[in-house]
């Protein structure tokens, strides 16, 4: 019988790193652009995952 147990993904960084994303970032709402950067930067607000950050 395989193994099915879920792998989740190892801390990537701790909490309260931030650093720049390197690919532009565009944010469509309704039909039109919001945000369109290459300044955006990644912030780890809990485990695992990073969210985007973008200032105006």
């Known amino acids: ?3 099915e ?7 990537i960084a701790p909490v309260g790193h931030v650093e720049p994303v390197p690919r532009r ?4 709402v309704g039909g ?3 945000f369109d950067t290459r300044r955006a930067l990644y912030v780890w ?3 695992a995952y990073p ?6």
């Open 5 to 11: 147990s879920v792998l989740h993904p190892s801390l």
């Open 45 to 47: 607000e809990w485990l």
């Open 32 to 34: 039109h652009v919001a």
């Open 25 to 28: 970032i565009r944010g469509p």
């Open 51 to 56: 969210q985007f950050a973008i200032s105006t």
């Open 1 to 3: 019988m395989a193994d």
